[in-house]
Each structure stands twice: as structure tokens, then as C-alpha cells.
């Protein structure tokens, strides 16, 4: 059967793999950040729960680079715009040295340092393994 037999109100079966990957990926930070990290309206700083405080070193900095993913996505990152950050800034945040977070990140193949984005990042097509790590955390 020729394209042209097809009526006008079938759809291409193949039009079901299309998705919104951003949106998912705000969906996956979303629901993995819901019970750990709140956003301050006003000021855009991380507002951390309990169940953030009992997280690990790594999995707190894995939180908080899903947290400037979220502020990204936002629209609402600081001035400079860069989505990720040096080690001292994470170390601030997670009252941990630099070189605590410049160890741990050794053995977090998700996370990237660039400087043309201001540091370390989870990159958009890690997402989802940030989440599932995340996730592993906590069941």
C-alpha cells in the first residue's frame, strides 16, 4: 500500500518515539530532588531537607549539581549563567573541604569539569544516570 492509499486521519506509528527529552529530564529532577533540596523563590539558594542530610558526600553533590541543572532549566542561575562551579563552591554548600569534592568526583563517570561551563556539571545526556545514582541512595 502506497503513501498515497493512507487516509488523512492515520498517524505514523512511528510518531509515538517523539518525546520532549528536556521535559523529561526536568520530570527525573523533579522527582528525585522533591524530599532532598527545595529552591528559595526569593533567593535561589538550595534549601536542604532531612533526607538530604543523611545522603553520603557523594550522592549530597550529585543532589546539588541536579540543583543548578534545576535553577538552569529555571532560567534563575546566578548572574555569571554557567551551570557548574569549582570545587569551592559544592565544598561551601556540603561544609566539606575542596579536595573532598575534587576525590569523590573520581568516581562519578556522569559528572563532567569544564571550564566553558564554569566547572563541574552533570551534562544533559547524563541526567538520568545522575537520577538512577540518586536513587540507588535511597532504597
Known amino acids: 500500500m502506497s503513501s ?3 487516509s488523512d ?20 529532577i523533579r522527582d528525585v530532588l522533591t524530599d532532598l533540596i527545595a529552591i528559595d523563590r526569593e533567593t535561589g539558594n538550595p534549601r536542604f531537607y532531612q533526607e538530604f542530610d543523611e545522603l553520603d558526600t ?8 541536579l540543583y543548578r541543572r534545576a535553577l538552569a532549566a529555571l532560567d534563575d542561575l546566578e548572574d555569571d549563567g554557567e551551570i557548574g562551579k569549582g570545587s569551592g563552591y559544592f565544598a561551601d554548600l556540603l561544609d566539606v573541604d575542596d579536595s573532598t569534592i575534587r576525590h569523590n568526583v573520581g568516581d562519578l563517570d556522569f559528572v563532567t569539569n569544564e571550564d566553558e561551563q ?3 556539571h552533570v551534562p544533559a545526556h547524563n541526567i538520568k544516570r545522575a537520577v538512577d545514582y540518586l536513587q540507588e541512595g535511597s532504597s
Open 118 to 120: 564554569g566547572g563541574y
Open 4 to 6: 498515497d492509499d493512507q
Open 58 to 65: 557523594k550522592r549530597k553533590f550529585t543532589a546539588v549539581l
Open 9 to 28: 486521519d492515520e498517524s505514523d506509528p512511528l510518531e509515538d518515539l517523539y518525546v520532549d527529552a528536556s521535559n523529561i529530564d526536568q520530570q527525573r
